[in-house]
């Protein structure tokens, strides 16, 4: 029988659960960048919480207590606290933070003038990795759960003109129950590891918008744009007038009950995006009290057999692999210069195309892709060891897909949503990724779906030279995609001679991963593990043996530039470094950057 206190300490918790299972789900705000904002983000103030007292222990951080007199006892103080930038993650900004694996509380403070009645007020955050408790002046607002997408809570009532106090907690901590998993081979980088923002809005406003091709209309001269926005509201109807100047349109949108508009829109001369011609249309939605302007490409992506096609016309995707990391700074991409370094390597490579591994990066890559022309793989991180039997698992897939959907959905680079990496097909797994393959076309019916599936034959003893790629979920896939690791994790490169792939269906064919570690400046003969020239002969026989692939689409080999991982540990070659780039953390290519790009060069 449980005692008094131990029954309300439980009802105390169960509170807190019912609490945040309510506030807890935030609106979306769209383009967040185009919106009236105030960048927080800067210097924040930052306690260690390793006990994971912060919240309910005998000193609550987010209450920002502070002491009344000099008899007065406070055990912790955010005005005396050292500062952690953000965004970005704790980890490479203090010695003492590298490894450090639980929960950091960080505090902004910020005065807001002008507050009006007729406004709304959102704390916006890009990203933050993993587990956030969110809390303003002194209120619990909720809990976000997911490293990679976007969130925000609405602060309205309780913003005021002077100190206002935003108070988070972060915890990276892994758990088997997460998305992703316990194991994983990238490092766990912690904290707000991407802009924080305050956004104003009218008190009804236009939370999102979703534009794209009608597929059906390809081939007409009179092409049509089909969209759909959403109002958030607390007024009554709203004119709202989609504006694209060059195209001369400008049409009114009825919103109906549902704050919902859907409309179709019947253009000439509509100039269709790709990677030689990525023309970006600057688009205006309008109500009488908001204006959000972007910019979106309009394009077709499609398979017919073993062909992906782009507008109607076959395409090779001449691809790379790339973790959303700023190897040089050791710190999660966070910027647009960050986007522009990375894909400035891969325009050198010779690629149109990059697989943004395992997990939603910063919004900035997707957008600089739009307008680089490169097009784009995207993916949760469904990866490894998830835990495919838990319900709870599965409903925060459909949340994280969903917040990355809304986010990406009007960038035009983007043409794959990938459902996992290198996972076995279990049934739990299969039914799982299934029904989440069904959800996502649900939302988003203007991209395909793929998946990293098998490793490759030497690992599974497979003893025929021809591998049959062969996984349950292919069959509710548009693309067929595998990692291969021929000539690092199974035999020499000298096995790829003998051996080939080939699809059991007839879908184009992607090789999502395959590639050898090399450390920059070590070089050798070819035979030498470790040495470039070990990893340069790798590149030579896999891509011979790639060409013999029926249906070969593309390929993202792993990976464009060495990234951090705790499980590569080697010492005087890895020392936490995943060391499988083409380019090291110094940025300095290797030899088998230029065996790709001379690859590519003929393709
Ligand atoms: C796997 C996995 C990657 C990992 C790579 C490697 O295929 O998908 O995340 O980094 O192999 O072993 O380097």
Redesign the pocket.
């Given at each position: 029988m449980l005692n008094l206190n131990k029954r309300i300490v439980i009802f105390y918790l169960l509170l807190i659960t019912i609490f945040y299972s309510v506030r807890g789900q935030n609106v979306f705000i769209a383009n967040s960048q185009n919106r009236n904002l105030t960048s927080l983000n800067g210097k924040w103030k930052y306690i260690i919480d390793l006990y994971e007292t912060g919240q309910t222990g005998f000193m609550p951080l987010y209450m920002n207590i502070k002491p009344k007199d000099k008899t007065d006892r406070v055990e912790y103080s955010f005005d005396q606290a050292r500062t952690l930038w953000v965004p970005g993650s704790w980890n490479t900004q203090k010695p003492e933070l590298y490894y450090y694996e639980g929960t950091i509380w960080y505090r902004k403070t910020f005065d807001k003038k002008d507050i009006s009645e007729d406004k709304r007020y959102f704390v916006y955050f890009g990203a933050a990795n993993y587990l956030s408790t969110v809390t303003f002046n002194g209120k619990i607002l909720g809990k976000h759960e997911g490293g990679f997408t976007p969130f925000c809570f609405e602060v309205t009532n309780l913003i005021k003109e002077k100190e206002n106090c935003l108070i988070v907690g972060v915890s990276n901590t892994r758990s088997n129950d997460q998305i992703p998993a316990k194991v994983?081979?990238?490092f766990n980088h912690g904290g707000l590891i991407r802009d924080v923002k305050l956004i104003e809005t009218p008190a009804s406003f236009i939370s999102n918008y979703f534009l794209s091709l009608d597929k059906s209309t390809l081939n007409n001269k009179i092409k049509t744009i089909k969209g759909r926005l959403t109002l958030n509201g607390k007024t009554g109807q709203q004119k709202v007038w989609l504006i694209i100047p060059e195209l001369k349109v400008r049409k009114e949108i009825t919103i109906d009950a549902s704050w919902t508009g859907n409309f179709t829109i019947d253009v000439k001369h509509l100039g269709l995006w790709s990677p030689e011609n990525p023309i970006l249309y600057t688009i205006s939605i309008e109500t009488e009290n908001e204006k959000i302007q972007d910019r979106i490409g309009f394009r077709a992506i499609e398979t017919k057999g073993k062909q992906i096609l782009l507008n109607g016309k076959p395409i090779f995707l001449r691809g790379i692999s790339l973790h959303d990391e700023n190897p040089v700074r050791r710190d999660r991409a966070n910027s647009v210069d960050d986007a522009r370094l990375v894909l400035g390597w891969a325009k050198e490579l010779g690629c149109n195309f990059v697989r943004l591994?395992?997990y939603p990066h910063q919004e900035n890559i997707v957008r600089l892709a739009d307008e680089m022309g490169i097009m784009l793989w995207e993916e949760l991180p469904l990866?490894w060891g998830i835990d495919w039997d838990n319900p709870n698992v599965y409903q925060k897939a459909i949340d994280q897909y969903s917040a990355l959907i809304n986010r990406d959905f009007n960038r035009a680079s983007s043409i794959i949503w990938s459902i996992t990496?290198?996972t076995a097909p279990t049934p739990a797994r299969n039914q799982f990724l299934i029904s989440l393959a069904e959800h996502i076309r649900t939302l988003d019916n203007t991209r395909l779906l793929s998946a990293?599936c098998k490793?490759d034959q030497a690992e599974d003893g497979h003893p025929d030279n021809d591998y049959t790629l062969s996984d349950p979920i292919m069959g509710y896939l548009d693309i067929i995609s595998f990692?291969e690791?021929l000539g690092w994790?199974g035999g020499l490169p000298a096995e790829c001679r003998k051996k080939t792939y080939k699809a059991s269906m007839d879908k184009p064919v992607i090789v999502s991963?395959f590639?050898g570690g090399a450390l920059q400046g070590f070089y050798a003969d070819s035979l030498t593990r470790w040495s470039e020239d070990y990893q340069a002969y790798l590149y030579k026989e896999n891509l011979a043996m790639f060409d013999r692939i029926d249906g070969l689409a593309g390929m993202t080999p792993?990976?464009l530039v060495d990234f951090m991982?705790p499980l590569r540990q080697l010492p005087d070659v890895q020392d936490g470094w995943?060391r499988?780039g083409l380019i090291s953390e110094k940025g300095i290519k290797k030899k088998a950057f230029f065996i790709l790009q001379e690859f590519y060069r003929k393709k």
């Open positions: 994983t081979d990238w591994a395992h990866y990496n290198e990293a490793k990692n690791y994790y991963e590639g792993w990976i991982s995943n499988k």
